[in-house]
């Protein structure tokens, strides 16, 4: 029994190294493997088949079926440009210029990585839909308020939820084998705060 | 002294087994989310496709679908036969990516490879013994399961009816069948 007792509690120890290593790795690999551009990160070979296991298993954890380049490029935000966390109590307007691809899109999600509700069932612009500017650029506002109605200045507004922070996906199709040599430097879409809930 | 290396020997043989267990996580955990994708979704349909419609809040196979694309997915299991899957191919963005039991996307065809309005591929098992294919695509998989998902591009909505069409256009069969 005592010998028992014994191997169960190397077992408990040998569980525990391994979930403290697990943790670490999660916390450490994010900011070794992804690229960052400005407020985006992106994972420069998410579905590729010589991608490292860590890749392979962070890509498995967020979305599965990852394409290998140069078929998409993912990139995606949790921050605004002033490194805060997007939040439904304040309003955002992205501001961008025509990304050279196939298409593009712009989606936002919850914190849970799903689409948010809403009554209009919109949940992502893209370079068909998106409403370009005299200049040819695009802006997109987020919302959780509809006192922030006002404020829009732009037929491109999507909902996000109030109280609770979102993150957007940016979504870039065939931008050409060049571009993924350039995933750092390459002109992206800004979000900056518009304002808050007083 | 002895009770000393005894204890330093006993930590690192925990440190180690603990590192060993970690490695089989990172590594086989990409294979439980496919084997979990299969379960949920293709565990009565394997060679068989399903459809997507449109995505939406509700939506929850996956984690970050693209409401921008309307898709289909063939669980394929080419164990003891090919996989023959056919299609046909819209003028606009259509993509049939391949998916490995470990997740890896290891192919992709899309509109711009393809010259013809419909396409055909032939799915290989890791023990298939290659024959000459002279009407359509050869994709080894390097693994006997896995996944195609098609991808098409939603835009702006305008040929919706033409994507839902291609959708119905789509076989994915045991060549044996």
Not at chain 1, 154 to 169: A, G, H, K, T
Not at chain 2, 73 to 86: E, G, M, Q
């Amino acid at each position: 029994m005592i010998f028992a007792r014994k191997y169960l509690l190397y077992l408990i120890i040998i569980l525990l190294i391994a979930a403290l290593e697990t943790f670490i790795a999660a916390k450490i690999y994010p900011k070794i493997a992804f690229v960052k551009n400005d407020i985006w990160t992106i994972l420069p070979s998410p579905g590729d088949p010589d991608r490292n296991i860590y890749t392979r298993a962070a890509v498995a954890a967020v979305g599965t079926f990852a394409s290998k380049k140069p078929e998409q490029a993912y990139y995606q935000t949790e921050i605004d440009i002033e490194d805060q966390p997007l939040n439904g109590n304040c309003l955002y307007k992205l501001s961008g210029e025509d990304i050279d691809s196939r298409w593009w899109s712009i989606t936002a999600y919850a914190n849970d990585g799903f689409l948010i509700e809403n009554t209009e069932k919109l949940y992502s612009y893209n370079s068909e839909t998106v409403n370009f500017n005299a200049n040819g650029g695009f802006e997109i506002y987020f919302l959780g308020n509809n006192d922030f109605i006002t404020d829009v200045s732009s037929e491109n507004w999507l909902r996000v939820n109030q109280d609770e922070n979102f993150n957007i996906s940016l979504r870039i199709y065939y931008p050409g084998e060049e571009f993924f040599s350039n995933l750092k430097r390459v002109n992206l879409p800004i979000v900056e705060k518009v304002k808050c809930i007083e | 002294m002895y009770r000393m290396r005894s204890l330093i020997n006993k930590i690192f043989i925990l440190l180690v087994l603990g590192t060993i267990v970690h490695l089989a996580f990172i590594i086989y955990f990409p294979t439980y989310m496919m084997w979990k994708f299969d379960r949920d979704i293709a565990s009565t349909s394997v060679n068989k496709i399903i459809h997507s419609d449109k995505v939406d809040s509700n939506s929850r196979t996956v984690i970050r679908p693209s409401p921008d694309l309307l898709y289909s997915v063939c669980a394929y299991d080419a164990t003891y036969s090919p996989v023959v899957i056919t299609s046909k191919v819209l003028d606009s963005y259509w993509a049939m990516s391949f998916y490995a039991s470990n997740s890896d996307n290891y192919a992709i065809i899309n509109d711009l490879d393809i010259a013809d309005d419909d396409v055909k591929v032939y799915l290989f098992g890791p023990n298939s013994k290659p024959t000459k294919i002279t009407d359509g695509y050869a994709i080894f998989s390097p693994s006997n399961k896995g996944a195609m998902l098609i991808r098409r591009f939603l835009g702006n909505e305008s040929n919706i009816d033409e994507l839902y069409e291609n959708q119905e256009t789509l076989t994915c069969d045991s060549l044996d069948n």
